[in-house]
């Protein structure tokens, strides 16, 4: 079964700093670019980071750039984003997101998703 | 303001079809292929829905169907069922940010 499970949500005050992992199972891992996508509550989707399967080209949303940093270990099957000088507009759930291939930029699996509050 | 634009919401009866339109510019889906579309019940991630313009993943229902003209995609969605009602979102991608944009979503009732 295609799997991906996100961990490391949670609450954390402005300008601090907070890291998500997303555990891959089910496929392989190796051969697809990944993404996150947040969805703020109520609100509609953002795509803000993607990275190519051997993690050799990594993109960003301008509204994150500078400030989070994607990365994956294809050995251990985990994506990952570090997020820096959060902010409250930050407070989101984020999906961690298979593509269907590398760079089609059609998003075929989704994770449960875990939420991220930035608040004081 | 999202980078695509789609009407806040739709709505039809069972049994109708019904179309989403999500518009944007030369740099994303009037320059690009990469167009989809999502599904998303509340409390729950999207699903995917089409992708590349037209192509459904298996297990989407071929009441769902995709196509594009100029800078506009659209969402066809035939033979209404009460299950249908969710918010739809389309994405495309954008040549100048090198990156995906959605559209604002759309809320389909389904009366």
């Known amino acids: 079964e295609v799997q991906l499970v996100e961990s490391g949500g949670g609450l954390v005050q402005p300008g601090g700093s907070l890291g998500l992992s997303c555990s891959a199972s089910g496929f392989t891992f190796s051969s697809y670019a990944m993404h996150w996508v947040r969805q703020a509550p109520g609100k509609g989707l953002e795509c803000l980071s993607s990275i190519s399967s051997d993690g050799g080209s990594t993109y960003y949303a301008d509204s994150v750039k500078g400030r989070f940093t994607i990365s994956r270990d294809n050995s251990k099957n985990t994506l990952y984003l570090q997020m820096n000088s959060l902010r409250a507009e930050d407070t989101a759930v984020y999906y961690c997101v298979k593509d269907y291939g590398n760079y089609v930029w059609a998003f075929d699996m989704w994770g449960q998703g875990t939420m991220v509050t930035v608040s004081s | 303001q999202s980078a695509l634009t789609q009407p806040a919401s739709v709505s039809g009866s069972p049994g109708q079809s019904i179309t989403i339109s999500c518009t944007g510019t030369s740099s994303d889906i009037g320059g690009s292929n990469y167009v989809s579309w999502y599904q998303q019940h509340p409390g729950k991630a999207p699903k995917l829905m089409i992708y590349v313009v037209s192509n459904r993943p298996s297990g989407v229902s071929n009441r769902f169907s995709g196509s594009k003209s100029g800078n506009t995609a659209s969402l066809t969605i035939s033979g209404l069922q009460a299950e249908d009602e969710a918010d739809y979102y389309c994405?495309?991608?954008?040549?100048?940010?090198?990156?995906?944009?959605f559209g604002g979503g759309t809320k389909l009732t389904v009366l």
């Open positions: 994405s495309s991608y954008r040549s100048s940010s090198t990156h995906v944009v």
